[in-house]
């Protein structure tokens, strides 16, 4: 059975720093892509990040960039998200979402149930 | 700020069609495939239609997807209570570089 399994949410103060995981089982993960996306309370799906199967190739939404670093460890298949210099407004559940081809720009067919990270002050 | 331009909401009786509309641009829809995606509130999203009008097994065949220039369109036929949820579209952003999700569309059965 495919599993994806989100770890790493939490409280933190603005200004802070958190590494979301994505522990994933069941297919071979260095052949897909995998993505962060994320969703503030009441508010509707965001993309944060996505990088290729083999790493080599990431991406980012503008609102994170400089902020957020996405990596992932294929011996270990799992993607990590480093989440720096942390504000209010990012407030939200992340889910970590497996593609369904090696590049970034496929569709996500597996959800994880998501990890929550609150920024307040 | 969303990029992929959708109703806010949608609904009808149970066993008629409902359509949600996906607007986007050339850059987007108009280069590269549309995706759906089915929200039940407090749960995490689930994919019902890749590559445009591709269901994923498990998808009813009441869901499906269609696409024409800049534009996308999901339609359920035979509305169940089950369906009422948060449905988004998305697609990769050649100008942008990035994932881009549509506003999303709340569906609701009377």
């Known amino acids: 059975e495919v599993q994806l399994l989100e770890s790493g949410g939490g409280l933190v103060q603005p200004g802070g720093s958190v590494r979301l995981s994505c522990e994933a089982s069941?297919?071979?993960?260095?052949?897909?892509?995998m993505t962060w996306v994320r969703q503030a309370p009441g508010r509707g799906l965001e993309w944060v990040s996505g990088i290729s199967g083999s790493g080599g190739g990431t991406y980012s939404a503008d609102s994170v960039k400089g902020r957020f670093t996405l990596s992932r460890d294929n011996s270990k298949n799992t993607v990590y998200l480093q989440m720096n210099s942390l504000r209010a407004e990012d407030t939200a559940m992340y889910y970590c979402a497996k593609g369904v081809i090696f590049g970034v720009a496929g569709s996500f067919d597996i959800w994880g149930q998501g990890t929550m990270v609150t920024v307040f002050s | 700020q969303s990029v992929l331009t959708q109703p806010p909401s949608a609904s009808a009786t149970p066993g008629q069609r409902v359509t949600i509309s996906c607007s986007g641009s050339s850059s987007n829809i108009g280069t590269n495939t549309v995706n759906w995606f089915q929200q039940v509130p407090g749960t995490a999203p689930k994919v019902l239609i890749y590559?445009?009008?591709q269901r994923p097994s498990g998808v009813p065949e009441r869901f499906s997807g269609s696409k024409s220039g800049t534009s996308a369109s999901l339609a359920i036929s035979g509305l169940q209570s089950e369906d009422e949820a948060d449905y988004y579209c998305?697609?990769?952003?050649?100008?942008?570089?990035?994932?881009?999700f549509g506003t999303g569309t709340k569906v609701t059965v009377l």
């Open positions: 069941g297919f071979t993960f260095n052949n897909y892509a």
């Open positions: 998305a697609a990769w952003d050649d100008s942008l570089n990035a994932y881009v």
């Open positions: 590559s445009n009008n």
